[in-house]
Nanobody
Framework: QVQLVESGGGLVQAGDSLRLSCAAS????????MAWFRQAPGKERAFVAV????????NYADSVKGRFTISRDDVKKMVYLQMRSLKPEDTAVYYC????????????????WGQGTQVTVSS
């Protein structure tokens, strides 16, 4: 049974930093591209960042480029999202997702999802 469990969300102020973690189990972690999506109230779930198998390639949404960094640890089966210079518009539920083999920025391409962790950025 595949499980993705996010943690690290919380309430922060604008300009602060936060690191999200996602622990994976039940899948061949090294064979999966890993991604973060987010969903703000009243909006669709949107792509944030993705990292390839092996971690040699990353891709980011324009809105977070230069502020967020995705990384992975294949030994620990973890993926991280380091978020800096947070803005109120970053407020959302953040989801970890896994996709076999290749990266994608499309939500429907991902087979496995976590339950999400809330990030709230106050102004």
């Amino acid at each position: 049974q595949v499980q993705l469990v996010e943690s690290g969300g919380g309430l922060v102020q604008a300009g602060d930093s936060l690191r999200l973690s996602c622990a994976a189990s039940g899948l061949g972690f090294g064979n999966n591209a890993m991604a973060w999506f987010r969903q703000a109230p009243g909006k669709e779930r949107a792509f944030v960042a993705v990292i390839s198998r092996g971690g040699d390639r990353t891709n980011y949404a324009d809105s977070v480029k230069g502020r967020f960094t995705i990384s992975r640890d294949d030994v620990k089966k973890m993926v991280y999202l380091q978020m800096r210079s947070l803005k109120p518009e970053d407020t959302a539920v953040y989801y970890c997702a896994a996709r076999r083999f290749t990266t994608s920025t499309y939500r429907d391409d991902y087979q496995f999802w976590g339950q999400g962790t809330q990030v709230t950025v106050s102004s």
